[in-house]
């Protein structure tokens, strides 16, 4: 069975830093395309990049490039989405989310859980 | 940047047939999915490349493409199918993918 398991909750003030995680297990961690995904209170889903695990190939949203790090550690099948400097617009829920396995092309198939992050003062 | 165009909202009486669209210039080139998101949920493929059903999904969702302009359809509308649906596609090189605004499906 495939599953994407997410980090859990976090709350942090404006300027820390994050890094959250997202264990893949159940499929090939390292030959499929990972996602990450944005959707702040109320509002919709945004994608923000992708990465691939075996090769460590990544793509970035033009709103996000500069904003936040994608990487992968094929070793332990996890893929992390980081920030540097948090900001308050940087409250949501993201989603880790895998492409390929279930079906072709360009969407997601399986999703992790979701971490919500809260940043505030 | 590559945007795709959804309507904020859709309503339909149980039983009743929905179609959701969405506009985009890449989605003659580039297949079309679609998710279903309750609320507190992760979202959920319900249709993919277009117009296939992934294996669970029940068989009143299907999906077609025409020009730019890819459609949800929701035969024989429940209630549990209330919730919001957004398409995603990839821009013409395929390198960015990108959600519509998602629509909100209220069931009266």
């Known amino acids: 069975e495939v599953q994407l398991v997410q980090s859990g909750a976090e709350v942090k003030k404006p300027g820390e830093s994050l890094k959250i995680s997202c264990k893949g297990s159940g499929y090939s961690f390292t030959n499929y395309w990972i996602g990450w995904v944005r959707q702040m209170p109320g509002k919709g889903l945004e994608w923000m990049g992708i990465i691939y695990p075996d090769d460590s190939d990544t793509r970035y949203s033009p709103s996000f490039q500069g904003q936040v790090t994608i990487s992968a550690d094929k070793s332990i099948s996890a893929a992390y989405l980081q920030w540097s400097s948090l900001k308050a617009s940087d409250t949501a829920m993201y989603y880790c989310?895998?492409?390929?396995?279930?079906?072709?092309?360009?969407?997601?198939?399986?999703w992790g859980q979701g971490t919500l992050v809260t940043v505030s003062s | 940047s590559y945007e795709l165009t959804q309507p904020p909202s859709v309503s339909v009486s149980p039983g009743q047939t929905a179609r959701i669209t969405c506009s985009g210039d890449a989605l003659p080139k580039q297949y079309g999915y679609w998710y279903q998101q309750k609320p507190g949920q992760a979202p959920v493929l319900v249709i993919y490349?277009?117009?296939e059903r992934p294996s669970g999904i029940p068989e009143r969702f299907s999906g077609s493409s025409s020009g730019t302009t890819v459609t949800l359809t929701i035969s024989g509308v429940q209630a549990e199918d209330e919730a919001d649906y957004y398409c995603q596609s990839a821009d013409s090189s395929g390198t960015y993918w990108v959600f519509g605004g998602g629509t909100k499906l209220t069931v009266l």
């Open positions: 490349k277009d117009s």
């Open positions: 989310a895998t492409s390929g396995i279930a079906v072709t092309g360009p969407g997601f198939d399986y």
